[in-house]
């Protein structure tokens, strides 16, 4: 994650917004207050849905028990082109 302060951001923001977008990785932009985190339209919006899918607690635990039988190599292949 590429770390720039406020004054350098608000002078390229323009070329941010590119970057983010183009190399999908997040900008942290500093300042002596605070920090913000610039990420793009489409990270954020899988965020968003990430979040909304795991909080339903049905979606959660087959998500768990998905990756828990990952763990156990427990899985089938399945050939999509039959």
Do not use: C, G, H
């Amino acid at each position: 994650m590429s770390v720039m302060n406020y004054s350098n951001a608000r002078k390229n923001f323009k070329q941010l917004i590119e970057k983010v977008n183009d190399d999908k990785e997040a900008i942290t932009i500093t300042t002596k207050e605070r920090n913000a985190v610039l990420i793009s339209e489409e990270e954020y919006n899988q965020y968003m849905e990430t979040i909304y899918l795991i909080s339903n607690p049905s979606n959660a635990d087959r998500l768990s028990e998905s990756i828990q039988q990952l763990n156990d190599q427990n899985t089938t292949t399945v050939d999509i082109d039959e």
